[in-house]
């Protein structure tokens, strides 16, 4: 079965970056969109935006809060997506999940099938 | 943009009830919806997608219904593991949750 397991997570001064890791197994990673969705202490689940596979043009899409500021990668060969995080503020502060994403390529109908645990990424002086 | 309204935030029940939570979005772009369940500390687990279809492993008491702008989770008979937040998600967008408290 698929297996998400992210890493990287930790405590960065407002202002400062952190690159965060998702390490995939179990499924066809190079064939798969991911997902980042991320949650706050004790708040709801917020989308943060999207990388599609390689074969469909390998693009990403960002929410609104984190454009410009984050970025998404991949790296097939080792199976493994990243999320880079610049210039980061107190309120992105959250568990910080990967997911597979069913909204395109041989996945339709727009939902996150497999999760990986979360890791938590304070940003705090 | 989309917005999905959950409801409600919270509901106290007893195991062996049956219970609703619904996602109303805005505007109406598509005709599925996603549920999910999340325990405490934990990653958030699919349930339901594409509106009405259970995911393998998943039990038979969940079930999913809805088209348009309203859609809806039914637990026909709720078990002690049960007792969890749910979300509904449409593209990008997730409601607000519900709490699902044992009355």
């Known amino acids: 079965e698929a297996q998400l397991v992210e890493s990287g997570g930790g405590l960065v001064k407002p202002g400062g970056s952190l690159r965060l890791s998702c390490a995939a197994s179990g499924f066809t990673f190079s064939n798969a969109w991911m997902t980042w969705v991320r949650q706050a202490p004790g708040k709801g689940l917020e989308w943060v935006g999207r990388?599609?596979?390689?074969?469909?043009?390998?693009?990403?899409e960002y929410a609104a809060p984190v454009k410009g500021r984050f970025t998404f990668s991949r790296d097939d060969s080792n199976n493994t997506l990243y999320l880079q995080m610049n210039s980061l503020k107190t309120e992105d502060t959250a568990v910080y999940y990967c997911?597979?994403?069913?909204?395109?390529?041989?996945?339709?109908?727009?939902?996150?099938?497999?999760w990986g645990q979360g890791t938590l990424v304070t940003v705090s002086s | 943009d989309i917005q999905v309204t959950q409801s409600p935030p919270t509901l106290s029940a007893s195991v062996g009830d049956r219970v609703t939570i619904t996602c109303r979005a805005s505007p109406s772009i598509g005709n599925w919806m996603a549920w999910y369940q999340q325990k405490p500390g934990k990653a958030p687990n699919l349930l339901i997608y594409k509106t009405s279809s259970l995911k393998s492993g998943v039990p038979s008491r969940f079930s999913g219904s809805g088209s348009g702008t309203e859609f809806s989770l039914t637990i026909s008979s709720l078990q002690p593991d049960d007792f969890a937040t749910y979300y509904c998600q449409q593209y990008y967008t997730f409601g607000q949750g519900t709490k699902l408290e044992i009355k």
């Open positions: 997911a597979t994403d069913c909204s395109g390529g041989s996945c339709y109908g727009g939902y996150f099938d497999f």
């Open positions: 990388i599609k596979s390689n074969s469909d043009g390998g693009t990403s």
